[in-house]
């Protein structure tokens, strides 16, 4: 049987994925140590693949902000971001995520049904995380708990059916920067983190609600609750 002309590419961008995996696990628990230059064919050889996955995995990291590129001396490890650069990040977050909630809270019912999926997730990691000190050994826990907290968040731009926000969206991995500071700081905001989640889920769940009981009634949707979702998702995107 001859072999699928599509399979090639497929294993392909699963490896470029694969290598990307790693590349974040070793810049989240500084393996890879800020300002750090990385060689392409030095990265392909520890991880046994050819340099074609590393530099397609090095291309999508330099879209995060997590390594940049040097003219004529290729990639360098990013440093951390300072207070200024997570407040412009938080603010550029949140003015993309405001926007796919509006659009997501066209169908509320089934966006509610994910964020309460994500939640509980989310509230289990975090337990796991509560006063484990800074370490680069505990970079899974920490992992975790950063992929929960964004499942939650992603959840809004899936349901906003809008491709391109999606995609704004991966390109502002605010997840990833704050695991990086939590490898070095450790995590002190997962309870009120779960919080805030829990009160954008009972914002959505009552939006749905009254949507429900506003068009049982002929009347047409009010914006109200939508309003106080979008005011509760600020605060809790807020710096």
Known sequence: MSA????????????????????????????LAPGASLSIDGLASGLAVSPTP?????????????????????????????????????????????????????NADDLADDLAKALVAHAEVAKAVAGIPPDPAAIGAFRGYATADWEFHHAIFRHSGNTYLLSVADSLPMHLHRLRQSVTRGVHDAEASVAEHAEVLRAVQDGADHHRSECHDGQDAGSWEESTCLGQLAHELSP
């Open 54 to 106: 590393v530099r397609e995995a090095l291309v999508h990291l330099e879209r995060t902000g997590l390594v940049f590129r040097e003219p004529l001396r290729g990639y360098r490890v990013a440093p951390l971001l300072d207070t200024d650069q997570v407040a412009q990040l938080c603010d550029a977050r949140a003015i993309v995520e405001l926007g796919a909630l509006e659009l997501a809270f066209q």
């Open 4 to 31: 699928n002309p599509r399979m090639k590419p497929l294993e392909r961008k699963v490896l470029r994925d694969t290598v990307y995996e790693s590349l974040v696990d070793m810049l989240m628990s500084g393996t």
